[in-house]
């Protein structure tokens, strides 16, 4: 049963991936951690080939449509995939344990959160979308792109965050780049920065690859059912209703992982055990099947 409803879930993210073009990878690794049992060091890079992989589906129409800039996705990809690399390092540290790596995942998941709420409050033309963003203020608008493409990927590598949100703007803004284009080059850049993210953890933890594969699976078909959706569906109310989504699962999880644990060793995944709920091991609680 638990297998038929995450499975389900996986579609969802899917379904979100279509219709709104993010949330994959806030969505994504709740399911993985909560209700397939995939400790959260094993889930975060699970969540980066899962979103990867639905990505770069999502790229083929806006490839089609030209709307992809390839060498500002190259540029600003480049310096995402070093903060990936970065943020699996510091994610390795014995310090970061998973209960931290669940917080700073929380605290994103509000930060996505009111940035989706705030954006879909705004009234503006369906031709005029850069005016829900502030105007560049920069004199190096290429340097602070770049730094922030750093930034954006050592949360990649540390939480499992795409960071579309951050990206789409930064394209924006500082790239002066088409808001159609910036949402097609975003999504590559998301698969330049999963990409390196998954490949930094590999050989460090073990992953389920039959779990792995069959959420690509099902998240990938619901990318598609997303993508018809968004054709009949406002977009403004969907960020909305999908903002504040977010911020009750970012409650959850702060309230599942309130009590911080010692540092301990990265925990290793047993396939065998998939219905188990994740816990922090400070707590007293035990871990119950679902």
């Known amino acids: 049963m638990t297998w038929i409803i995450g499975h389900l879930l996986a579609v969802c993210i899917g379904v979100s991936l279509g219709l709104i073009g993010g949330g994959g990878s806030v969505l994504a690794l709740p399911v993985l951690v909560y209700v397939m049992g995939v400790p959260p060091k094993s889930a975060i890079a699970m969540t980066l080939a899962i979103v990867g992989t639905v990505s770069l589906l999502g790229i083929i129409p806006h490839w089609r449509a030209k709307n992809v800039q390839f060498k500002t996705a190259f540029i600003f990809g480049s310096a995402t995939m ?3 690399f970065v943020g699996v390092k510091i994610a390795m540290l014995p310090v970061v344990t998973e209960t931290v790596q669940m917080m700073l995942f929380a605290v994103m998941m509000l930060v996505a ?3 989706m709420i705030r954006r879909s409050s705004q009234k503006v033309a369906a031709d005029d979308q850069l005016a829900l963003y502030p105007p560049p203020v920069c004199k190096y608008c290429w340097l602070w792109l770049i730094s922030e493409g750093l930034g954006v990927g050592i949360l990649t590598g540390l939480v499992g965050v795409g960071g579309g949100f951050a990206i789409v703007p930064a394209l924006v803004l500082l790239g002066k780049v088409p808001m159609k284009k910036a949402i097609g080059t975003s999504l590559l850049i998301i698969v330049f920065n999963s990409i390196a993210g998954f490949l930094s953890y590999w050989g460090h933890i ?7 594969l069959s959420f690509i699976v099902a998240a990938s078909f619901g990318t598609i059912f997303g993508a018809y959706l968004a054709e009949f569906v406002p977009a403004n109310r969907l ?32 396939p065998n055990i998939r219905s188990q709920l994740y816990v922090p091991s400070s707590s007293n609680s035990t871990i119950d099947t679902i």
């Open 82 to 84: 070093l903060g990936a």
């Open 113 to 115: 959160a009111v940035f």
């Open 206 to 212: 073990s992953f389920n690859w039959e779990l792995m």
């Open 239 to 270: 960020q909305k209703s999908f903002g504040y989504f977010l911020l009750a699962v970012a409650t959850l999880v702060l309230f599942q992982n309130r009590h911080t644990p010692q540092a301990s060793k990265v925990s290793e995944y047993n």
